[in-house]
């Protein structure tokens, strides 16, 4: 499958941002899907994940009540909708699938998209 992220931009803190992830191939919605995030200077990590079927949901203490995950397997794509932003969500924020069963760790993803670029001035 093949990842494809895009809507990331520059907010002010509090603002809203909705990151979108495109797939192709058939078999989407057999793919669990997650999201993580890579600020400068530090080590990738995770954000939110979404088992196929929608299911299952988890999130990141750091994002928890602010983000949520969702999916529409019918257009083949994953949503990360951002509110209340802060600058420390300021990152490069990537797209990725697996196969079930649903994971957190980023080295348990087999495909990635190529990054969506959030940044939240203060």
């Known amino acids: 499958v093949q990842l494809q992220a895009s809507g990331g931009g520059l907010v002010q803190a509090g603002g809203s941002l909705r990151l979108s992830c495109a797939a192709s191939g058939r078999t989407f919605s057999s793919y669990d899907m997650a999201w993580f995030r890579q600020a400068p200077g530090k080590e990738r990590e995770f954000v939110a994940a979404e088992s196929w079927s929608g299911g299952t949901i988890y999130y990141s203490d750091s994002v928890k009540g602010r983000f949520a995950m969702s999916r529409d397997n019918a257009k083949k794509t994953v949503f990360l909708q951002m509110n209340d932003l802060k600058p420390e969500d300021t990152a490069v924020y990537y797209c990725?699938?697996?196969?079930?069963?649903?994971?957190?760790?980023?080295?348990?993803?087999?495909?990635w998209g190529q990054g969506a670029q959030v940044t939240v001035s203060s």
């Open positions: 990725a699938a697996r196969r079930a069963p649903l994971r957190l760790g980023d080295y348990e993803y087999d495909y």
